[in-house]
């Protein structure tokens, strides 16, 4: 099953712009992460927010852990037609007794040179 | 690159075949995990071996198993394949952050 829903379900923007995409979870978590998909292949790892943290940078990213509404947002500042793919939230979930990721199905960007 | 590798990239199979996907781990990392995507899905978690043995299964039938050797490489096995295994099969390795391989798609026909 899903623990995580991404919103919108697609974005389009011009090169340039920022994106943001949002993420809601439905149980406690020991952390989120963001990754990202090109065209079907393997996912990268982009950042990782803890349940603790409110807020983390890295380069022209910017995530933020709200915990009381269990959720979070992804922002791509000044975006590049190379940011174009699909991005995954996935959460690691207390207890589970692995480092089981649990993914939403994914926001899909496209930006347009 | 993650240094994860998946082999084959594609296969194509016939219902009720069995099928084995192969994985090599990043060089250090005792821990890999097995997910299943299904086209326009986020990838679901199969299963996850440490040091040779399962550590945790998601909803997945016995008819998906899984084995980790001494190098910490991994198969995946699929028996009695079904029109609905087909999906992009995804290796990672390491715990809390993963390390994911490139797939290997698998087409059941």
């Known amino acids: 099953s899903q623990q995580g829903e991404e919103d919108p379900q697609a974005l ?10 949002n993420c809601s979870y439905k149980t406690s978590i020991n952390n989120l992460q963001w990754y990202r998909q090109n065209s079907g292949r393997g996912l990268v790892h982009l950042i990782l927010i803890r349940s603790n943290e409110r807020e983390k940078h890295s ?10 509404k269990k959720s979070s947002s992804l922002l791509i500042t000044a975006s590049r037609a190379a940011d174009t ?14 480092y089981q990721l ?6 899909k960007l496209s930006v347009i040179p | ?14 219902r009720g075949q069995q ?8 060089s250090g990392h005792n821990t890999v995990s097995w997910y299943q995507q299904a086209l326009g899905q986020g990838p679901q978690f199969i299963f996850q071996y440490y040091r040779e043995e399962e550590n945790g299964r998601g909803n997945f039938p016995p008819r998906f198993s899984g084995l980790q050797f001494p190098n910490y490489s991994s198969e995946l096995n699929v028996n009695a394949l ?3 295994d087909s ?16 797939g290997t798609r698998l087409l059941v026909l």
């Open chain 1, 12 to 21: 389009s923007i011009q090169e340039g712009e920022n994106a943001t995409m």
């Open chain 1, 59 to 68: 380069g022209r990213l910017r995530v933020t852990l709200d915990t009381s």
């Open chain 1, 85 to 98: 793919a699909s991005y995954f939230c996935a959460t690691v979930i207390p207890g589970a007794g692995s």
């Open chain 1, 102 to 107: 649990t993914f939403g199905k994914g926001t």
């Open chain 2, 1 to 14: 690159e993650t240094g994860v590798t998946q082999s084959p990239t594609h296969l194509i199979k016939t």
């Open chain 2, 19 to 26: 099928v084995t996907l192969r994985c090599s781990s990043q």
């Open chain 2, 82 to 84: 079904e029109l609905d």
């Open chain 2, 87 to 102: 999906a992009l099969y995804l290796c990672a390795s390491g715990k809390e952050t993963q390390y994911f391989g490139p």
